[in-house]
Structure formats: C-alpha cells, structure tokens
C-alpha cells in the first residue's frame, strides 16, 4: 500500500545505540499504530495515537518511545532500554479509532536487528 | 480488555480442499471483525471483515461467519490454492476502542 511508507526496510545497530524507525502516511488518517513482530509470532501493539500530539502506550512500551507532532508522521525510537529490539516492526494507520469499522493500513515494515 | 483466541495455530491441507479458522472473542459489545492475511516476511492486509449486524458475508472462495451468541467468528476458504499458504490473523474491536489480533494462523496449502 502506497499509502504509507516505512524506512528504511532493513536496519542493523549496535547495542546501546537508540535508532529511530521513520514512518509516514499520506492517506489523511487519523490514527496510527506501531506493532512488533517476532519470528513465528502474532502482532504485540508498542503504541498508537488517535490525534496530533497525543499519543497512548500499547501492550509492550517499554524501551520504546513516539512523537506525534504532525497527521502524516508517527517516528518510533528504540531506545537501548529496549532489552530484545531485533524484530519486524509494523506500521498501520486507520480513519479513527473511534469508527468502529475502520480497517487498519500498514506500511510494508523495518526489520530491526540489533547486535 | 478484549481478549481474540485463534485456533489453530497450524493448518496443512491438501489444494482444492476447504480450510477453517475459528476465532473467539470476550467483550460482547465487539462489534467489528476483519480478517488479515499475511505473506512471508510482508505486511498483513485486510481480505474480509465483518460488522456485527451481518451474519455471513461472502467473497468469491473467501466466507466469514459471526454468532453473537457464542462470541466466536471463523474464516472459511473453499477450493484452496498454494497462493493461499499465509499467515491470518484474525482480529476484534469496539466503537473507540483499538484492534485486538489473536495469534495467528500459519495455512499451508500443499499441491
């Protein structure tokens, strides 16, 4: 989907280093949503946000950290707190949250290995 | 919150035969259900959803059924095909509320 763009597509770093996964979306969407996703494993929500400069943690936070400060970007920084930040991260995008059949839309993600 | 348990995790079957994943949900006032299929090492995307005031809804060899009742919606694929071999998630959530995934489904579809 054209309509949001994840960068880069693979990314490698040192430990202790933070790294910032870039993330923009041109479909006037509202809300935005990181995901991480282990080998073999489901979708685990990191954080989303509902509107500019607001956003909520998800289910994994911890080690991790977002802006919201313009509609068309949401950046997702893993910071070295983060104890196991190689993985697949996800973006998506929906309407709002608040509509009850908005669908989300992800990007094509960035794999994330960290040595 | 709402909790989304998908069975099963793994499903092999034969191409040409039916293959059905079965979800169940904990907060009757869900009331959007969408299905996503994911290929290897690409990002999900929507094939069927379903809102709760539909019982079935069709999409050529695609069906998604609802019981409100039982909280539990599946996802039916007729005459399978190796393109279909995916992971699918299925997913749940309320008006505000954001989506709930459960845990996938690896489908292998064997020529």
């Known amino acids: 989907d054209g309509g949001i763009t994840q960068s880069p597509k693979y990314l490698f770093r040192k430990e202790g280093q933070n790294v910032t996964l870039s993330c923009e979306q041109n479909?006037?969407?509202?809300?935005m949503y990181w995901y991480r996703q282990d080998p073999g494993q489901g979708l685990r929500l990191i954080y989303y946000?509902?509107?500019?400069?607001?956003?909520q943690k998800g289910d994994i936070a911890e080690g991790y950290s977002v802006s919201r400060e313009k509609k068309e970007s949401f950046p997702l920084t893993v910071t070295s707190a983060q104890k196991n930040p190689t993985a697949f991260y996800l973006c998506?995008?929906?309407?709002?949250?608040?509509?009850?059949?908005?669908?989300?839309?992800f990007g094509n993600g960035t794999r994330l290995t960290v040595t | 919150g709402e909790n989304v348990e998908q069975h099963p995790s793994t499903l092999s079957v034969q191409e040409g035969d039916s293959a059905v994943i079965k979800c169940t949900y904990s907060?009757?006032?869900?009331?959007?259900f969408p299905w996503y299929k994911q290929e290897l090492g690409k990002r999900p995307q929507l094939i069927i959803d379903?809102?709760?005031?539909?019982g079935e809804k069709k999409d050529q060899r695609i069906a998604v059924t609802l019981n409100k009742t039982a909280k539990h919606f599946s996802l039916h694929i007729t005459e399978t095909q190796p393109e279909d071999s995916a992971v699918y998630f299925c997913?749940?959530?309320?008006?505000?509320?954001?989506?709930?995934f459960g845990e996938g489904t690896q489908l292998t579809v064997n020529p």
């Open positions: 997913a749940a959530k309320t008006s505000g509320s954001r989506l709930t």
């Open positions: 946000s509902q509107i500019v400069n607001d956003f």
């Open positions: 998506a995008s929906s309407i709002a949250q608040g509509t009850y059949n908005s669908p989300l839309h």
């Open positions: 379903i809102r709760s005031n539909v």
């Open positions: 479909l006037n969407h509202d809300a």
């Open positions: 907060d009757s006032a869900s009331n959007y």
